[in-house]
């Protein structure tokens, strides 16, 4: 069954700690997105990948950091330095890195700072 | 720079009547529409897209929405509302050169039995 996994689907981080988003893919895609979504606003992004070893910056980059070790895993770390991480940040992929081509995504990880 | 302003935050409807979700869209170039829909918890799936083909786009679960370039609206439309269509719905905009995609800010729709 092809698709998108994030892990978790919840997490709760205590302030100044830094935790990491799971998100794998087994559609071959080449193109993987990180987005923020918060209550009552579309969704923002973050980082984007349209390679292996190739990412680049989004619309709401600062306090996050990315890898793209491997074609399927786009894991997103949420540093100390990000001032409100609380959201529900969703990873997406395309086949490539452009809009013509759909965009699949995943279920999702909410994360809660306490 | 594109942007896409959503007219109605909220919408309510009895189930069997129809659905009108409205979408204007600011894009310096030909642009790309999308709509989404998501449900709750659970990520975004895509109902239909408009690429310059037809101007009336026909997706999945009997939605529909039209291209009005005169007017920059891609309004989403269905005859006939189910309980399964209650969810929040994105109307999403890129221009065709690029590969981002700038969202509105949702219509969560609610349907009565």
């Known amino acids: 069954d092809g698709g998108i996994t994030q892990s978790p689907k919840y997490l709760f981080r205590k302030e100044g700690q830094n935790v990491t988003l799971s998100c794998e893919q087994n559609?071959?895609?080449?193109?993987m997105y990180w987005y923020r979504q918060d209550p009552g606003q579309g969704l923002r992004l973050i980082y984007y990948?349209?390679?292996?070893?190739?990412?680049q910056k989004g619309d709401i980059a600062e306090g996050y950091s990315v890898s793209r070790e491997k074609k399927e895993s786009f894991p997103l770390t949420v540093t100390s330095a990000q001032k409100n991480p609380t959201a529900f940040y969703l990873c997406?992929?395309?086949?490539?890195?452009?809009?013509?081509?759909?965009?699949?995504f995943g279920p999702g990880t909410r994360l809660t700072v306490l | 720079a594109q942007s896409v302003t959503q007219l109605d935050s909220h919408v309510s409807v009895s189930e069997g009547t129809p659905v009108l979700l409205r979408c204007n869209y600011s894009?310096?170039?030909?642009?790309?529409l999308f709509w989404y829909v998501q449900h709750p918890n659970k990520g975004l799936q895509l109902l239909l897209k408009?690429?310059?083909?037809?101007?009336l786009v026909k997706g999945i679960n009997g939605f529909e929405a039209e291209f009005k370039k005169s007017e920059t609206s891609f309004h989403l439309t269905k005859p006939s509302a189910h309980m399964s269509d209650a969810a929040e719905y994105f109307c999403?905009?890129?221009?065709?050169?690029?590969?981002?995609?700038?969202f509105g800010a949702g219509t969560t729709v609610t349907v009565r039995a």
């Open positions: 999403v905009v890129s221009d065709q050169d690029d590969y981002k995609l700038s």
């Open positions: 559609l071959n895609h080449d193109a």
């Open positions: 408009y690429t310059s083909a037809a101007t």
């Open positions: 997406a992929s395309s086949t490539e890195g452009h809009i013509i081509y759909e965009q699949f």
């Open positions: 894009s310096s170039y030909s642009p790309s």
């Open positions: 990948s349209q390679i292996v070893n190739d990412f």
